[in-house]
Structure formats: structure tokens, C-alpha cells
Nanobody, 120 residues
Framework: QVQLAESGGGLVQAGGSLKLACAAS????????MGWYRQAPGKQRELVATITSGGTTNYADSVKGRFTISRDNVRNTVDLQMNSLKPEDTAVYLC??????????????WGQGTQVTVSS
């Protein structure tokens, strides 16, 4: 069974930085993508950033230039360095693992989420 464990959330002032970390455990096929999503109260879950096992990254327009996603394929970890944080970045951040489960089938796994609060 795949499990994701997140860490690194907290309270920070606008303009500050935080780093989120996520570690995946269990049997994980190499063809996968790891990433971060976020959900603010009353809003839909949205993509923040993803990175494939080959290193291809994708960022939401709202975080480009401020957030950096990275991963370690050996340890199955993904980090999100968040700089120049804004109050609108406040949300629960969830780690995601999108992993191939067959020729055309993919599974998604989610962490419990970690709260990020940015004060103005």
C-alpha cells in the first residue's frame, strides 16, 4: 500500500519562505509523477506544481517564478520550495503521487495535507 507523508507547513509572513516535503513509501512503479496541490476554504483543489520521474516540471501560473519543485527518485521524495509567499497562497497543501498501474491505467495517491498560512 502506497502512503505519502508530508511535512513543512506553517505560518509565515508575506514575502517569507517555506519548504514542504513529501515522502512516498510502498511499492511504487518508476513511471510516475509527484506533485503538490492546494485547497483553500470554499475553493476547489488546484494544481500547484508537478514533476515527473524524468524531471519534467509543470507549475500553476500563479506560482511560476516563486515556487520550485524538486524530487529524489531514489528516496521517492518531492519537495516544494516556496518563496515570496503571498496571503493568497494560504491553503492546505496536499502531496500527490500519480503512478502507472497498467498499460492505460494510472492511480492517484494523496497525503493528508499540511496547512500553509501566509499573514499580510
Amino acid at each position: 500500500q502506497v502512503q505519502l507523508a508530508e511535512s513543512g507547513g506553517g505560518l509565515v509572513q508575506a514575502g517569507g519562505s517555506l519548504k514542504l516535503a513529501c515522502a512516498a513509501s510502498g511499492s511504487i512503479f518508476r513511471d510516475n509523477a509527484m506533485g503538490w496541490y492546494r485547497q483553500a476554504p470554499g475553493k476547489q483543489r488546484e494544481l500547484v506544481a508537478t514533476i515527473t520521474s524524468g524531471g519534467t516540471t509543470n507549475y500553476a501560473d500563479s506560482v511560476k517564478g516563486r515556487f520550485t519543485i524538486s524530487r529524489d527518485n531514489v528516496r521517492n521524495t518531492v519537495d516544494l520550495q516556496m518563496n515570496s509567499l503571498k496571503p493568497e497562497d494560504t491553503a492546505v497543501y496536499l502531496c500527490n503521487l500519480h503512478v502507472r498501474a497498467g498499460l492505460i491505467r494510472w492511480n492517484d495517491y494523496w497525503g493528508q495535507g499540511t496547512q500553509v498560512t501566509v499573514s499580510s
